[in-house]
């Protein structure tokens, strides 16, 4: 019944920036991690930024830290991710994740349990 959606997604020019939101339902995951990865096409999914249960850590790959911006609002069961500077290689689907049993800043996909059915991104040059 855990159902996790991810919205804003779209198509942006280079440069631009695009807000998502990822609202779970059936489950309150306000002590645990959430996370966000992104599969290009032809690529495996990769991590892309993670926050702990309340906040005070987040951890982004080295590819997109100083652009994007996890935070999250407990009380919505709701994680965001703030893009800016998009680049064209920023283009493919993102996934927003939820653990069941990490509080700390996770960055594995073994460390996460439900998983949203995705949103595309699309960066154009």
């Known amino acids: 019944q855990v159902q996790l959606i991810e919205s804003g997604g779209g198509l942006v020019q280079a440069g631009g920036s695009l807000r998502l939101s990822c609202v779970a339902s059936g489950r309150t995951f306000s002590t645990y991690a959430r996370g966000w990865f992104r599969q290009a096409p032809g690529k495996e999914r990769e991590f892309v930024a993670t926050?702990?249960?309340?906040?005070?850590?987040?951890y982004y790959a080295e590819s997109v830290k100083g652009r994007f911006t996890i935070s999250r609002d407990n009380a919505k069961n709701t994680v965001y991710l703030q893009m800016n500077s998009l680049k064209s290689e920023d283009t493919a689907v993102y996934y927003c994740?939820?653990?069941?049993?990490?509080?700390?800043?996770?960055?594995?996909?073994?460390?996460?349990?439900?998983w949203g059915q995705g949103t595309q991104v699309t960066v154009s040059s």
């Open positions: 926050i702990n249960w309340s906040s005070s850590s987040t």
């Open positions: 994740a939820a653990s069941a049993a990490t509080r700390r800043a996770a960055s594995l996909e073994a460390e996460y349990h439900y």
